[in-house]
């Protein structure tokens, strides 16, 4: 046991060290510094489960212009669902200063690490974010008619899986029945529904997760979340991943994937946008040439995209 662990610390290393950027290690890709990240008010360290765990907190940031009311955008930082307290490096300089810019409210939690609690705790900690988001609208102004996802690698994941399950409470994936809802926190009377999402390089078939070239480890990261080998219980694996939940009815997701990424393959991508478009799901599907996994991927450009989705899905919300 203790060769497996010290082979996933080091291959969790290896994946931030492959994203370390001058604003230091993390494991949200390219950490870029945040010194242009300007905002009217932040909100630090607060806990949406009401239990007093790190890994139950959230910190907010208010657009600089202010407004009466903020749409909102919850952004996931990727660990490989090994960090539980990782919300201080989710992509701050680039993802979250583009939102904030475009006058969004950003929204980064904290949630259960692998290592903490097995899935579903992961996707219930999320729900209970959006919970909580809408139970504190009044006080924290924001526009609750239009909440979206984001999120990189795990983070990514994340995001999809909240979008692709958005209204679902409980599934049967084959032999397995599973509860997506949960009931973390204090707001379970609240809706958990989002309006559209964005994945940056998410694994979103865990079942295929050798469809192209990426990271070899002697256990997978989502072995660990999910406690059981892919052969002994492939239904499993199907719960754990978003291309499951899809329907027609699904809200809007645009999707960024880099062609070298070898961490989380580039056939991740593909296969997430033919998932979408075969299941009528209004989908962009934005290949990053030379993009590896954060890195080449935050371009202006790329930035830029996600906001017009964003905005155009808020119309269409409103």
């Given at each position: 046991?203790?060769?497996?662990?010290?082979?996933?610390?080091?291959?969790?290393?290896?994946?931030?060290?492959?994203?370390?950027?001058?604003?230091?290690?993390g494991?949200?890709?390219?950490?870029?510094?945040?010194?242009?990240?300007?905002y009217?008010?932040?909100?630090?360290?607060?806990?949406?489960?009401?239990?007093?765990?790190?890994?139950?907190?959230?910190?907010?940031?208010?657009?600089?212009?202010?407004?009466?009311?903020?749409?909102?955008?919850?952004?996931?930082?990727?660990?490989?669902?090994?960090?539980?307290?990782?919300?201080?490096?989710?992509?701050?300089?680039?993802?979250?200063?583009?939102?904030?810019?475009?006058?969004?409210?950003?929204?980064?939690?904290?949630?259960?690490?692998?290592?903490?609690?097995?899935?579903?705790?992961?996707?219930?900690?999320?729900?209970?974010?959006?919970?909580?988001?809408?139970?504190?609208?009044?006080?924290?102004?924001?526009?609750?008619?239009?909440?979206?996802?984001?999120?990189?690698?795990?983070?990514?994941?994340?995001?999809?899986?909240?979008?692709?399950?958005?209204?679902?409470?409980?599934?049967?994936?084959?032999t397995?029945?599973?509860?997506?809802?949960?009931?973390?926190?204090?707001?379970?009377?609240?809706?958990?529904?989002?309006?559209?999402?964005?994945?940056?390089?998410?694994?979103?078939?865990?079942?295929?997760?050798?469809?192209?070239?990426?990271?070899?480890?002697?256990?997978?990261?989502?072995?660990?979340?999910?406690?059981?080998?892919?052969?002994?219980?492939?239904?499993?694996?199907?719960?754990?991943?978003?291309?499951?939940?899809l329907?027609?009815?699904?809200?809007?997701?645009?999707?960024?994937?880099?062609?070298?990424?070898?961490?989380?393959?580039?056939?991740?991508?593909?296969?997430?946008?033919?998932?979408?478009?075969?299941?009528?799901?209004?989908?962009?599907f934005?290949?990053?040439?030379?993009?590896?996994?954060?890195?080449?991927?935050?371009?202006?450009?790329?930035?830029?995209?996600?906001?017009?989705?964003?905005?155009?899905?808020?119309?269409t919300?409103?």
């Amino acid at each position: 046991m203790k060769k497996v662990l010290l082979s996933l610390v080091a291959a969790l290393f290896a994946i931030g060290a492959n994203a370390q950027m001058p604003g230091g290690f993390g494991f949200g890709g390219q950490q870029l510094s945040a010194e242009d990240m300007h905002y009217s008010q932040k909100f630090t360290d607060i806990n949406y489960a009401g239990d007093n765990e790190a890994y139950h907190t959230l910190d907010i940031y208010l657009p600089e212009k202010k407004q009466d009311k903020y749409p909102v955008v919850v952004h996931i930082y990727g660990s490989a669902w090994f960090s539980n307290n990782s919300k201080g490096m989710a992509d701050l300089g680039t993802i979250c200063t583009a939102l904030l810019k475009a006058g969004y409210a950003v929204v980064t939690p904290n949630h259960r690490s692998s290592m903490d609690a097995k899935y579903p705790a992961q996707i219930h900690d999320i729900k209970a974010v959006i919970r909580f988001i809408r139970a504190k609208a009044a006080e924290y102004n924001f526009d609750t008619s239009f909440i979206a996802m984001s999120g990189f690698s795990s983070g990514g994941h994340l995001s999809s899986l909240t979008a692709a399950t958005s209204g679902t409470k409980n599934a049967t994936i084959g032999t397995e029945q599973i509860d997506l809802e949960g009931n973390v926190g204090p707001y379970t009377d609240f809706c958990s529904r989002v309006n559209a999402a964005a994945d940056w390089s998410g694994p979103i078939d865990l079942l295929r997760m050798d469809c192209g070239e990426g990271m070899k480890m002697e256990v997978s990261p989502e072995e660990v979340l999910l406690g059981v080998k892919k052969e002994d219980n492939p239904d499993r694996y199907r719960t754990l991943s978003p291309i499951s939940y899809l329907e027609p009815t699904d809200v809007p997701i645009i999707v960024f994937h880099g062609t070298v990424d070898n961490v989380v393959p580039f056939c991740q991508g593909e296969i997430f946008y033919r998932a979408l478009q075969d299941n009528g799901v209004k989908s962009e599907f934005n290949p990053v040439e030379g993009g590896g996994h954060g890195f080449n991927m935050y371009t202006e450009e790329n930035l830029a995209r996600m906001i017009n989705f964003f905005d155009k899905a808020r119309e269409t919300a409103q």
